[in-house]
């Protein structure tokens, strides 16, 4: 190979090392294609700089960037574009900089930026009356939620959780409820409140393993409005695509759920931005039992 000019060329020579392992490892050898797409590349010298001022490498990366998208030039490549989200997923969720550190106006608010976007847009075309949040921790989502509905001009949030932690915004739009999010007394409480016209949206943030979410969706699936949504959070763990050894969690429930529902559907498009940390867990409500 005529790989010279470290470090571009070292860190493409191991990541080619990589790839023919995995090939390898799928026993289907190194496919025609690649090894004739490649040869050029190796032949030059990856950073080894062209004629037109730009090194091989950069060429092979501008190449497969254009498969993202129909507007860089290219022909759309799902599965360049997915492999690029999952791994910027990866980066993000694993960051201890992002997510855990994201505060609403001062308080934490474990939750990424473009998933509150997305709230933000539900809230302005549904305009609940009633908000049910499972999960408050900080209380920043809550937070946000309330902030929105006081730009709104409506809606109330009552947000579960089985610790009560101090510091916690005081708004007169929040109620904070101690307890299980599926304790009879507790579903009690937020069924008391539910409007009589208008519509409730419910978001799952509590413990994300897959028995209690089922449990949880089974519970409070019927207050979401027809038309609203009911927001299961963190369906990206468990390896959709993070925290691969967390177990079955959200994602797998929403499958359970779903199996023989017809009155909830996903819907795709509020993962329009790409990275949600709630994949196939923006469940609309189509129609009532
Ligand atoms: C992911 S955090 C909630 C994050 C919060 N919604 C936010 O975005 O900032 C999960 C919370 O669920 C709470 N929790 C765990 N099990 C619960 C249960 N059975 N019922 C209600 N809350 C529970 C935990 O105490 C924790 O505060």
Avoid at 83 to 104: C, E, K, S
């Amino acid at each position: 190979m005529a790989l010279g000019q470290p470090p571009a060329d070292a860190l493409a020579a191991w990541y080619l090392r990589r790839l023919g392992r995995r090939l390898h490892a799928t026993q289907r050898g190194v496919p025609r294609e690649l090894v004739a797409g490649l040869r050029p590349v190796l032949q030059a010298g990856l950073a080894q700089r062209e004629r037109d001022g730009g090194s091989a490498l950069e060429t092979l990366l501008v190449e497969s960037f254009q498969g993202l998208t129909p507007e860089l030039g290219g022909q759309a490549d799902i599965a360049v574009r997915d492999a690029i989200v999952d791994q910027f997923h990866r980066l993000y969720y694993n960051d201890p900089g992002t997510w855990r550190n994201t505060r609403w106006l001062g308080v934490p608010a474990l939750k990424c930026p473009l998933d509150l976007w997305i709230y933000q847009e539900i809230l302005e075309e549904l305009r609940p009356q009633l908000i049910i949040e499972c999960g408050t921790a900080d209380g920043g989502s809550a937070y946000f939620l309330a902030s929105m509905c006081d730009l709104l001009g409506s809606g109330d949030i009552v947000t579960i959780d089985i610790e009560s932690k101090s510091g916690r915004p005081v708004h007169p739009r929040i109620t904070y409820i101690l307890g299980s999010s599926v304790d009879p007394e507790v579903i009690a409480q937020v069924r008391a409140r539910l409007p009589i016209n208008g519509n409730v949206l419910v978001i799952l943030d509590s413990d994300h393993r897959a028995a209690h979410v089922e449990r949880e969706l089974s519970l409070y699936a019927d207050m979401v409005s027809v038309g609203s949504y009911l927001i299961v959070e963190d369906t990206c763990v468990n390896n959709h695509p993070v925290a691969p050894e967390f177990g079955p969690g959200p994602w797998e429930a929403v499958s359970a759920f779903l199996e023989g529902n017809d009155q909830f559907v996903v819907d795709e498009g509020r993962q329009k931005y790409h990275l949600t940390f709630n994949p196939r867990g923006y469940l609309r409500r189509m129609s009532p039992p």
